[in-house]
Nanobody, 122 residues
Framework: QVQLVESGGGTVQAGGSLRLSCTAS????????MGWYRQAPGKQRELVAR???????KYADSVKGRFGISRDNAKNTVYLQMNSLKPEDTAVYYC????????????????WGKGTLVTVSS
């Protein structure tokens, strides 16, 4: 199995920055793409950013130009650098991974972290 553990959430003022980290353990060879989803109260879980095994990235339109995703395969860790944060970025952020390199919709996710709360105050 694969375990994903997130860290780095917290509360920040609008315009501020946070960096989330997610470290994978277990059967690492099963992991292909890694990424971050978020779920705000009363809303569906949505893809924020993903990075494939070769380093290709994809972002939600709402975070393009503000968030950056990166991956350190030697450390089995994926990062999400979040800049220029807005109150609408407030959500629980979940680390995710899949086995086939898709990681688009929620149904593509094979492994989930438990989530870390990000709160952006206005």
């Amino acid at each position: 199995q694969v375990q994903l553990v997130e860290s780095g959430g917290g509360t920040v003022q609008a315009g501020g920055s946070l960096r989330l980290s997610c470290t994978a353990s277990g059967i690492i060879g099963r992991i292909n793409a890694m990424g971050w989803y978020r779920q705000a109260p009363g809303k569906q879980r949505e893809l924020v950013a993903r990075v494939g095994s070769s380093g290709n990235t994809k972002y939600a339109d709402s975070v393009k130009g503000r968030f950056g995703i990166s991956r350190d395969n030697a450390k089995n860790t994926v990062y999400l650098q979040m800049n220029s944060l807005k109150p609408e970025d407030t959500a629980v952020y979940y680390c995710a991974a899949d086995r086939f390199g898709l990681l688009q919709s929620v149904s593509d996710v094979d492994y989930w972290g438990k989530g870390t709360l990000v709160t952006v105050s206005s």
